[in-house]
């Protein structure tokens, strides 16, 4: 029925196959240690930023073991019964999340490269997305470099380390200087080769990547704090835009990947909004924080008189909490989140991504009838979870509802590692904020304003490419299909 209604919910998404968000976690220690514990725990707490698929390579005795498998982290792991086999002195991992077309097998990380009798030489994990990984795949192809994977950009990232290698006599820090230089995008990536680690992140720096120790010689590299905290590190820093970490037995060392003057910062807010945890710091700021900012300002931005404000679990809370600190109006946990089921964004059809909400979210009825309620959420994409939800308070019978987003209104597509659709199937595109409040049926709707978004990240060095259109790197119309 509604999307007989609002047919413009029903297009499938064109651009699946190059959209990529994941999770990289990586160790290293100069003497074996339980490294499948320490990965297993790592990437359990990466476990948001991709549930699809999972895996990770091991440093024993000088070989490169690796694991990988569909499902979540802990059923991964489930599956290994020797556990001590992948005991060692090193290693790296990856949460895969993908779209459409680009679930096969072949793409699940990480990615290794093999010597002539068979032996993984290097293996890589990678969180992002590459603009020109087509031209380069299809650029080795034609000198004889076989790929693995069908769509996979990360595997573009393996293939020119083994090239650069071989032509700089296996020298791990000139391959990835010259790698990176001919790589456009967004990527963070740890690379596990030659009893090292070495980790680095594109010059703008857009997909986040941090460090920390476990004690003084055992190194840790995760996408958020998070996994970090997890093993029972401590974070020390993020990596720079464009900065390498190489670790070995003796030591670490940075440097810079490319001239300075190509580095800017340009972090993806999204990764405050939505994707990272709250309880993450990112870039040494405060995931949560920022979060319960945003429903400050939306107070300030545009007050109105309600008897209870809900958030939409998990992102939408602390927003919600904020409002609730600046307004004075009660928050309550009315919205009941299944625990147990993934992202509604991880099912392909727009069908079936409907039904998910109702199996996702639930309310309680008797908080709800006859009030007026403020309803956030951490962002609106197509708008299928922000009907549905309206529908259920309607129904629950709702006397007023007032809907707020914590982040402006998505307006175009994330190619630098965010599954947001495609132009058209983004209810902001092209659509006011009036006629969408109708197709949403509230009595209001209010969107965190650009001004407020930067106010509260203290800044403009930040891409915020999915609500202006404006990307850090320069995307032209043939980049970006792998
Ligand atoms: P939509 O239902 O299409 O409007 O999407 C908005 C909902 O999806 C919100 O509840 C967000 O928390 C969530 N969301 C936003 N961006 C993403 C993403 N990239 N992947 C998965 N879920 C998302």
Do not use: W
Request: charged share 25%; hydrophobic share 35%; with cysteine.
């Amino acid at each position: 029925m509604i999307s007989k209604l609002f047919p413009i919910f029903n297009q499938k998404k064109s651009s699946d196959k190059f959209h990529e968000e994941c999770g990289i976690f990586g160790i290293y220690s100069p003497q074996k240690v339980d490294t499948f514990s320490l990965i297993q725990f790592g990437l359990f707490a990466l476990q948001h930023r991709g549930q699809e698929a999972c895996g990770f390579s091991v440093l024993r005795d000088g070989f490169i073991l690796s694991h990988k498998s569909e499902g979540l982290v802990l059923d991964s792991f489930r599956k290994i019964s020797n556990s001590e086999y992948f005991h060692g002195n090193a290693a790296i991992g990856h949460t895969r999340y993908s779209t459409e077309g680009g679930q096969s097998k072949k793409n699940i990380q990480p990615f290794f490269g093999e010597d002539s009798y068979g032996k993984s030489t290097i293996s890589i994990v990678h969180n992002g997305n590459l603009i020109n990984a087509q031209k380069i795949r299809k650029d080795l192809e034609s000198k004889g470099v076989t790929f693995i994977s069908e769509y996979s950009d990360s595997e573009v990232i393996l293939r020119l380390i083994q090239k650069y290698l071989s032509e700089y006599d296996n020298n791990l820090e000139i391959a990835i200087q010259k790698t990176t230089i001919d790589i456009q995008g967004a990527y963070s990536v740890i690379v596990l080769m030659d009893n090292k680690i070495a980790a680095f992140r594109d010059p703008n720096g857009i997909r986040p990547l941090c460090y920390g120790m476990l004690n003084e010689k055992t190194y840790i590299f995760s996408s958020e704090t998070c996994g970090i905290d997890s093993v029972g590190g401590y974070y020390i820093r993020d990596l720079f835009p464009g900065e390498m970490a190489i670790v070995d037995k003796k030591s670490i060392r940075f440097s810079l990947l490319k001239k300075e003057k190509y580095t800017k910062r340009r972090i993806c807010s999204f990764e405050y909004i939505y994707f990272s945890r709250p309880d993450s710091l990112i870039e040494n700021i405060n995931v949560y924080e920022i979060r319960e900012k945003s429903g400050e300002k939306l107070y300030e931005q545009h007050p109105v008189e309600a008897d209870v404000v809900i958030g939409v679990p998990d992102s939408g809370v602390p927003a919600s909490i904020g409002y609730s600190k600046a307004s004075g109006i009660p928050f309550k946990p009315i919205l009941v989140k299944n625990k147990y089921i993934g992202r509604s964004f991880i099912i392909p059809k727009q069908e079936m991504r409907e039904k998910m909400v109702n199996l996702k979210l639930n309310s309680i009825l008797n908080e709800i009838r006859g009030k007026r309620i403020v309803i956030i959420d951490d962002s609106i994409v197509r708008g299928t979870t922000s009907r549905r939800l309206v529908y259920i308070l309607r129904k629950a019978g709702a006397k007023e509802i007032h809907f707020r987003s914590a982040s402006p209104p998505i307006i175009a597509p994330c190619y630098l590692g965010v599954d947001t659709p495609s132009r058209k199937d983004l209810i902001s595109y092209n659509i006011d904020k009036e006629k969408i409040a109708k197709i949403l049926n509230v009595d209001s709707l209010e969107f965190l304003s650009m001004r407020n978004l930067i106010d509260i990240l203290g800044g403009k060095n930040y891409c915020f490419g999915c609500f202006t259109g404006n990307y850090p790197i320069h995307i032209k119309k043939n980049d970006c299909i792998l």
